[in-house]
């Protein structure tokens, strides 16, 4: 079992920058694929980005590449979601999730392949 807790939210201007954390709790962090998503009211969540656990792929949406970066430091079983030039589409609640497949390019995107989640935390973006 594996639990995670995501801080870092807030509410921040457009242009802006934040630096979201996701903690999780067990000693085999570093095997589990993590991921980053989102979801805005009243629409569909939407994977932002994900890392593998060792081998250091990474992999980002469109409409985030170039500003967010994600990382991870596997001695301290964390993942960050750095996220920069903030725009007011940004606003949303975000999610880490692990995922004990490792997950590639195509299918790091599927949320339900992710096996724990965090409870999420609020990104506000003010034009």
């Known amino acids: 079992q594996v639990q995670l807790v995501e801080s870092g939210g807030g509410l921040v201007q457009a242009g802006g920058s934040l630096r979201l954390s996701c903690a999780a709790s067990g000693s085999t962090f570093s095997s589990y694929f993590m991921g980053w998503f989102r979801q805005a009211p009243g629409k569909e969540r939407e994977v932002v980005a994900g890392?593998?656990?060792?081998?250091?792929?990474?992999y980002y949406a469109d409409s985030v590449k170039g500003r967010f970066t994600i990382s991870r430091d596997n001695a301290k079983n964390t993942v960050y979601l750095q996220m920069n030039s903030l725009k007011p589409e940004d606003a949303a609640v975000y999610y880490c999730?692990?995922?004990?497949?490792?997950?590639?390019?195509?299918?790091?995107?599927?949320?339900?392949?992710?096996?724990?989640w965090g409870q999420g935390t609020q990104v506000t973006v003010t034009s």
């Open positions: 890392i593998s656990g060792r081998s250091g792929r990474i």
């Open positions: 999730a692990a995922a004990r497949t490792a997950l590639n390019g195509l299918r790091y995107s599927e949320g339900a392949l992710y096996d724990y």
